[in-house]
């Protein structure tokens, strides 16, 4: 029969201290957001938890913006060249963690407050003027159904704030080909709208590429198109 030294009980009541006193070791997924936050400052917070977020798309999902090509892209490029950026604003302060307005910030970007306030954000007369869009940002809070045009991470889903399929009848002329600078590139900087149908939609309607994300956005994700020339 064996006798514990004094060491032994001296290192099995301090490991018994150490556990009670330290919380359980958070998940991957907790020690990722930790990091992420620990990294940045508010500005590197995501979009959000709520219902506005529907996770990460499941295995497989890249790390990167995904690429929407339309099915009939623009031809030649006209008029003036112009870039632009439009970030939702939304209706109540507390819709947003911060990543809104660090968009906007970001980019000096335009505020939209509503689906219809983002239709004149975008207002342009390929008639009578000659500027067409070359880059555009679209910032907000989103997931696979709908990109919030006012509704940030609140609980809002009809259709004056969100921009969704079902409402596409509305939205669609904000992205006529024929305001675009030939095959122009669209940023949809959001969490999750990549999973859903939105971007293809809005890429075959303006003729353009489109990029949107299948996992969490941060508002500090590098341009995508600065990116992808990079390679």
């Known amino acids: 029969m064996g006798y514990a030294t004094f ?14 006193a330290m919380p359980n070791r958070l998940p991957i997924r907790g020690d990722r957001h930790v990091r992420d936050v620990l990294r940045g400052s508010w500005q590197d917070a995501p979009t959000g938890s709520k219902k506005k977020s529907d996770d990460n798309g ?11 090509d339309p099915k009939t892209p623009n031809g030649a490029a006209s008029g003036d060249a112009v870039d632009l950026a439009t970030v939702e604003k939304p209706e109540k302060p507390e819709w947003d963690n911060g990543f809104d307005e660090g968009v906007a910030k970001r980019f000096n970007a335009k505020r939209h407050v509503s689906l219809a306030d983002l239709g004149t954000k975008l207002a342009l007369d390929p008639v009578k003027e ?15 159904d709908m990109l919030a045009t006012g509704s940030g991470d609140g609980p809002d889903v009809g259709d004056t704030l969100n921009l969704k399929e079902s409402n596409k009848s509305t939205w669609l002329p904000y992205f006529n080909r024929d305001k675009f600078y030939g095959k122009a590139e669209i940023w949809i900087l959001s969490c999750n709208v990549g999973n859903g149908p939105i971007p293809q939609i809005m890429a075959d309607q303006s ?22 020339r990079g390679k």
Do not use: C
Not at 220 to 227: A, F, I, L, M, V
């Open 58 to 68: 499941g295995e497989g999902v890249p790390e990167g913006v995904k690429q929407f």
């Open 130 to 144: 000659r500027r067409r869009i070359r880059q555009l940002i679209v910032g907000g809070h989103g997931n696979k």
């Open 7 to 20: 060491a032994d009980r001296f290192h099995d009541q301090m490991a018994t201290h150490v556990r009670s």
């Open 207 to 228: 003729g353009s590429t489109v990029y949107a994300y299948t996992r969490t956005a941060y508002s500090t994700e590098p341009k995508p198109w600065e990116s992808e």
